[in-house]
């Protein structure tokens, strides 16, 4: 997998050579992972990257900005101050050089991927099995792939992560089913309730793909978030 630490602009040796060298690198590897349909855990990691940078862009021009500058003359014209302009050291020359570079080509990256993202969100059917409860937070998640005629079962709940103020999903796969003509999603529900007594009345989705993309990769992260979207 394509990685980039979080540090990767300030962290070692700060140059726009080498620094570029990283930055491709890594992008080449995430573009490969999108060309395969591969959109997690990369498509979230280039828009941590890319708003780190842009904030990081911000705060350099207003640090630049608040610091002191001798007054070197006056323009009675404009009828306001000269200031001597802030002289930049060779670092921070290089990281506003590397920023200049690699936040475009975060964004088009970004872009490409909710692009994809988009698409393949668009092809998935959703939908409950069964009547749905008055509880949604916890139940069972089916992932159909139609070319392969499996499903694959997990369990979800939905909590609430505190330090972002948002809610997700957590899964446990539970196994995989292949289906027929006889095996209903329907009946899969039925079996699942006889053997997990805890889930009496289970709320139960079923997310249909017709094509065999990555699991944990993409189809797994898409039905999180419609799973969010439906609840909330």
Do not use: C
């Amino acid at each position: 997998m394509a990685t980039l630490t979080t540090d990767w602009l300030t962290d070692g040796w700060i140059d726009f050579e080498y620094k570029k060298y990283l930055l491709l690198a890594y992008l080449q590897g995430v573009k490969g992972n999108f060309s395969q349909a591969r959109l997690f855990p990369d498509l979230p990691d280039v828009q941590t990257h890319f708003e780190t940078a842009s904030q990081l862009k911000n705060t350099k021009s207003e640090i630049v900005a608040s610091f002191p500058k001798a007054v070197t003359g006056v323009d009675l014209k404009k009828k306001r101050f000269v200031y001597e302009k802030f002289q930049e050291n060779q670092q921070l020359s290089e990281i506003d050089s590397i920023l200049e570079y690699s936040l475009p080509l975060f964004q088009q990256t970004l872009t490409q991927g909710r692009s994809q993202y988009a698409d393949i969100e668009a092809q998935l059917t959703f939908a409950p099995v069964g009547i749905v409860p008055l509880h949604l937070k916890e139940g069972y998640l089916f992932l159909y792939r139609a070319r392969r005629h499996e499903t694959d079962i997990f369990h979800y709940q939905i909590r609430l992560f505190e330090h972002r103020e948002q809610r997700g999903v957590q899964t446990t796969y539970l196994e995989t089913v292949r289906k027929s003509i006889s095996t209903t999603f329907e009946n899969l529900k039925l079996t699942l309730i006889k053997k997990r007594r805890e889930l009496p009345n289970p709320a139960t989705y079923l997310i249909e793909s017709p094509a065999d993309y990555p699991v944990q990769e993409t189809l797994l992260p898409i039905a999180k978030q419609l799973i969010v979207k439906h609840v909330a």
